[in-house]
Each structure stands twice: as C-alpha cells, then as structure tokens.
C-alpha cells in the first residue's frame, strides 16, 4: 500500500491540471486583451496525463479547449493566427497526454501483476513465524535492501519438531534473484531435515549437502542453527553466522561465541572441518535475537557501526513483537535512510513451558516489517 507520502504527492499531482488552467485563466483576464495567455493552457492536460486515466486527460483537454476559446474570444486572438495555433497546441498536448496515460495505465497492470506474484513468492518462501512454539513467543522483521522488494537474501523460520524447536536464520551471499533462489533452496531443506534429523550436527549436514548442489563457484550461505528443548538451554550450531544475541532476565546481555569458527554453508568442498554445537542457559524470562549483518554493519552519519549490544532494553516490552517493532525503529534512525543490506532479526521469548505445539499467525500476523 502506497505511504502517506505518496498519497499526498498523488492527489497535487490529480489537482496540478485545474489548478494550472485557473492560475492561466485569472492571470490573462488581469493582464488584459492586450496581452494573452493562451498557449499556457495547454499545461493542462500534460499535467493531466502524468496522474490519471486517459478519460480524465481527455476531459482535461476538452476543458481546455473550450477554456482556450474562451480566452481567445476575450483577448481577440482569432483575428489573427495565433488563436488557431494556440488551439492546434492544446490539441496536441491533450492527444500526447492521453497516449502516455495510456501507456502509464498499462504498466502500472504490469507491476501489480508482478507485485502479485512476489506476493505469492513471499508468503511461500518467508512464511510468518508461529506466534508461540513450546515454550516460547517469537516474532520477527525483516527489510530488503532493494527497493519494493517483499524478499531477498536473508532467511529465518521457526519449526516444532520432535526433537524440540528448531531455528534458522541465515544470509545469502549476494542480492536479486539469485539469492532469493538460494534462500528457497536452504528453507525448503531446513523444513524437511528439521522433523528427521536427531541433531543439530546431521542437520547442518543435510544443509550442506543441499546447498552443494544447487550452487556454483565460491557462492556460500552463513547459517545460525538453535534448538530450544526442555532443559532450558539453547544448542547452537554456527556456520559462519553472527553469534546471536541473549538477553537475560535482568537486562544484561550476552553474544555467545561457537567454540570455533566454521566455514558458511557451500564452502564445505574446501575440506574445513564443520561446526560443533554449543550450549547455552536459556530459561524463563530470557530472549533470545537471531539476526544477519545487514543489523550489525549498518552504519550512521559517521560510519559507526549499530551498537546492538547496547539495545538490549529497547526489548522489554510485554508483547516480543512491540519489543522488536522498537528495536526496528531504532536500527532504521541509526542508518538515516534505506539499509546497504538484508536486514533480518528473529526474535525468541522463553515465556513458560509447553507441550512443543506451535500456532502460526494467519497471513500478515507476526510480521513486523518487510
């Protein structure tokens, strides 16, 4: 849906046509006969063409037209050509407005079919999160670099498995399409390998697997794997990925690091050795923040980098998905305009116990941002 700004740039642009003929039509009687305005009328109808329909343009021109005889009659331009000419102008501008709203009409079909279809592409490949899964509330946001995109190369989902809560967030190397195809390739690997892997580590190897095979060249995916059990902790698995972020119950916050650094997913040909996973204390009243480096490196005015650790207060709100609506906000005024990168940032709140059961959101619910 277009913003508030755009609605407002759309309706000067609907009234810029008769506001113009008026300014014409006043300004030519002021001025007296002796003068003549009347070429300017014509500035009418091409404004009507950049905002309308191609029948409102012709209604334009037709006024036009008989807001140009008009003037013509009163000033006495008839008697010589220029009257004529003036008309023949109006005339031409008011054809050419109507061709390009033709044309605008017809795009703006074209985009919305394809605004549809990225609609569609969106709800399959980034589905909201469960609103609760076990134990836990989870929420998440998300902001494409690209302009208009719903989607790109960051990736997150949430699934209860019998194995306790499994989570995924990842970030594609690269942007546009391609990442897109990426991230469809290692989300539908993680919602299949999630329910039948006994461990994280068989997990990340179906991943690898997957991945191998759909990319080419030095192309990668980092990768943070979690589960949530019930023995309050968390078990980490980390393929090259920003370490997450934990917040306690008392505010203090806490990025806990994998006992060594493995490579991202596609890169395991170069024969490093795989990640090990980590255990950490997560239990009652404690969050936990998933997110990729277009939150990390965003930078402000001077270059300085989004100091996450020092926000982890901006998530004590009641409600994870106000918490991390406020976190949002506060990364977007620290970048001072459109993100350089994905921005994605997944968001667990251990809030009691359950029976591993997960409710999803209908479409749209649970989903902070795009």
């Not at 037709?62 to 331009?77: K, M, N, R, S, T």
């Not at 794997?225 to 119950?249: C, D, K, Q, T, W």
């Not at 997560?282 to 990390?296: H, K, N, S």
């Not at 300085?304 to 918490?323: I, M, T, V």
């Amino acid at each position: 849906m277009p913003d508030r700004n755009q609605s407002s740039d759309w309706t000067v642009l609907s009234c810029m046509p008769v506001v113009v003929m008026a300014v014409v039509a006043v300004m030519d009687v002021v001025a007296g006969p002796g003068v003549g305005f009347l070429p300017l009328v014509s500035l009418g109808p091409a404004f009507a063409g950049l905002a309308g329909g191609w029948r409102r343009t012709a209604v334009i021109g037709l006024a036009a037209l008989v807001l140009c005889v008009g003037l013509g009659l009163y000033d006495g331009l008839f008697e010589e050509r220029r009257g004529y000419t003036a008309m023949a102008s109006v005339a031409g501008v008011t054809g050419v407005g109507i061709a390009a709203a033709v044309t605008r009409s017809r795009r703006e079909r074209e985009l919305a079919g394809v605004r549809s279809i990225a609609e569609v592409a969106q709800r399959v490949l980034l589905r909201p999160v469960p609103l609760t899964a076990g134990p836990l509330q989870a929420a998440v946001s998300y902001t494409s670099a690209v302009a208009e995109a719903r989607i790109g190369g960051d990736l997150y989902e949430v699934v209860a498995s019998p194995h306790g809560i499994r989570v995924i967030v990842g970030d594609v190397q690269g942007k546009g399409l391609a990442a897109v195809e990426t991230a469809a390739v290692v989300l539908g690997a993680f919602r299949e390998a999630a329910h039948d892997e006994p461990d994280l580590v068989g997990l990340g190897e179906r991943l690898e697997r997957s991945v191998a095979r759909e990319l080419e060249g030095e192309k990668f995916v980092t990768v943070i794997l979690a589960e949530i059990g019930s023995r309050h902790e968390a078990v980490f698995l980390n393929h090259g990925h920003p370490a997450p972020m934990v917040v306690r119950r008392d505010g203090t916050v806490d990025f806990p690091q994998p006992p060594a650094y493995a490579l991202p997913l596609g890169l395991g040909a170069h024969g490093a050795e795989g990640p090990s996973p980590y255990r950490v204390d997560f239990a009652p009243g404690d969050q936990l923040l998933l997110y990729t480096d277009g939150v990390t490196e965003a930078r402000d005015a001077d270059g300085r980098f989004y100091p996450l650790g020092e926000r982890g207060h901006l998530l004590k709100d009641p409600d994870a998905h106000r918490s991390l609506e406020a976190l949002r906000a506060d990364l977007a005024r620290h970048a001072g305009g459109p993100p350089h990168d994905d921005a994605a940032m997944l968001l667990l709140r251990y809030h009691g116990h359950g029976e591993g059961k997960s409710s999803r959101p209908s479409e749209g619910e649970g989903v902070t941002s795009r």
